[in-house]
């Protein structure tokens, strides 16, 4: 197996990447008529990993960020044990949760974040949400008698590692200012306001300062890095300040290629 860009990666480079999952799955159902008898949910199916890179110069809503490597599958496949399976079938929260637990519990899954943040569409609350409304209706059609089921679900899961190259830019300035707060400033020391939008540095603590020594707020040269690794005064290259930091050249996944 190729080893992961991410075994590598620079701690300012992962602070700029994040973890984007999106889940397909499909459920068979076997009736599970023993009452004093545990259930089980059989968990399978593939892990694809794709590398995806958002870089400086196509501006704050980019499209799509390109491909830049994606993993061969990699298969999994765990059963869990369901010691109460009347509250996973009746309670949607139970459910959910349940499910949410399997998933960070199954290799290699459990290697990337699945808080449900991270997710495009949270798949726990999709499967929960669907397989509560099937236990209501097998319910109701058999008289009120609770049906009990072990659970095969194939799943196929897609994590997207983005890194997201305007806000490493940000990071390693911010990261070389902190580094030069010792030395006294020089030019900024008469900057009395960020260019961007005329306020005084001294009304927030957001300042970031390059390179080059030109300053501003954060929130102000943030927009800028989309477009451009210079500064908006000067024009000087900063992408040298990137590449130093997290050892990847400008437009490149760090730990994929150069």
């Known amino acids: 197996m190729v080893p992961s860009p991410l075994m590598n990666m620079s701690a300012l480079a992962a602070a700029a990447t994040e973890c984007r999952i999106k889940g397909t799955w499909t459920m068979d159902r076997k009736l599970n008529p023993d009452k004093g008898h545990i259930c089980f949910v059989r968990m399978q199916g593939d892990l694809i990993v794709r590398y995806r890179i958002h870089p400086v110069g196509q501006g704050n809503v980019p499209p799509l960020a390109p491909i830049v490597r994606q993993e061969a599958p990699r298969r999994f496949d765990r059963t869990f044990d369901l010691y109460d399976p009347d509250t996973f079938f009746r309670s949607y929260s139970a459910c959910r949760d349940a499910i949410h637990q399997m998933l960070m519990q199954t290799p290699p899954l459990c290697?990337?974040?699945?808080?449900?943040?991270?997710?495009?569409?949270?798949m726990p609350h999709e499967f929960a949400a669907i397989n509560v409304d099937i236990f209501r209706?097998?319910?109701?059609?058999?008289?009120?008698?609770?049906?009990?089921?072990?659970?095969?679900?194939?799943?196929?899961?897609t994590a997207e590692i983005i890194y997201d190259e305007p806000r490493a830019l940000l990071l390693a300035c911010m990261h070389a200012g902190e580094a030069a707060a010792a030395v006294p400033p020089t030019t900024v020391r008469h900057v009395e306001?960020?260019?961007v939008c005329m306020e005084d540095f001294a009304?927030?603590?957001?300042?970031?300062?390059l390179p080059c020594s030109h300053a501003f707020h954060r929130d102000c040269i943030s927009p800028w890095f989309?477009?451009?690794?210079t500064c908006p005064m000067c024009r000087h290259d900063i992408s040298r300040c990137l590449v130093a930091l997290t050892n990847t050249p400008k437009g490149k996944f760090p730990g994929i290629g150069t």
Do not use: M, N, P, Q
């Open 111 to 122: 290697e990337f974040d699945l808080g449900a943040d991270s997710w495009d569409y949270f």
């Open 137 to 157: 209706r097998d319910t109701r059609s058999h008289g009120g008698v609770a049906l009990r089921f072990d659970l095969d679900v194939t799943l196929t899961i």
């Open 193 to 195: 306001c960020c260019s």
């Open 203 to 209: 009304a927030r603590e957001d300042t970031v300062r």
């Open 226 to 229: 989309h477009k451009a690794a």
